[in-house]
């Protein structure tokens, strides 16, 4: 009885990645205005309807595999040790986070230079980066109540900030050097105050 609902949560996950990675692959072919919803159901072999319960549009479908990253994120920010000052959690999340998705991912990489080539996905994109300020916020201010609001969010703002840096560094430089060791320098210089 207990493995029907794990059943059926696999399949829907794999449904949804699925979806999500030939939405991808698709707009990365044709481009993301080449794409219809239709096409990335057809893609991954399910109805246009199926698609609906999954994402609102094409868009959220490219981004899908960034959303699972950004959750894993937050998730193992929430699993370090509480004895880590919040600046020191953050740096070893993410360089956690590198190990788990090897960079570069293939995926990962046509997604970035999607991104660049279209409004509709960097508008998408940023407020996912605003609700992911919002949920690293709530977690730095739960590991250390003394903090405040106001550096917990200056903190995930500026860690953010930071990543961005380094991805868009990273990027210009044709993945000369390697993305978690950039990443992880630009964060060892930072210094944000409290933390």
Not at 2 to 20: G, N
């Amino acid at each position: 009885m207990e493995t029907l609902p794990t059943l059926r949560e696999h399949k829907k996950a794999v449904t949804r990645r699925s979806l999500a990675a030939a939405a991808l692959r698709l707009a990365v072919e044709r481009g993301l205005d080449g794409v219809t919803v239709e096409d990335i159901a057809d893609e991954a072999g399910v109805s246009r309807r199926t698609f609906s319960n999954y994402f609102t549009g094409k868009e959220d479908a490219v981004l899908a595999a960034e959303r699972e990253r950004t959750r894993a994120l937050v998730a193992l920010l929430e699993a370090r040790p509480a004895r880590e000052r919040p600046w020191q959690a953050l740096r070893a999340a993410t360089a956690e986070r590198y190990r788990a998705w090897p960079v570069p991912d293939v995926e990962w990489t046509a997604q970035l230079r999607l991104l660049r080539r279209h409004p509709s996905l960097l508008a998408r994109q940023a407020a996912d980066q605003v609700a992911l300020e919002r949920d690293l916020t709530a977690v730095l201010a739960a590991r250390e109540p003394g903090l405040g609001e106001d550096v917990a969010r200056l903190t995930a703002a500026t860690f953010l900030a930071t990543v961005r840096t380094g991805i868009a560094l990273w990027l210009e430089s044709a993945g000369t050097r390697p993305l978690p060791e950039l990443v992880d320098g630009l964060l060892g210089r930072v210094r944000v105050e409290g933390t």
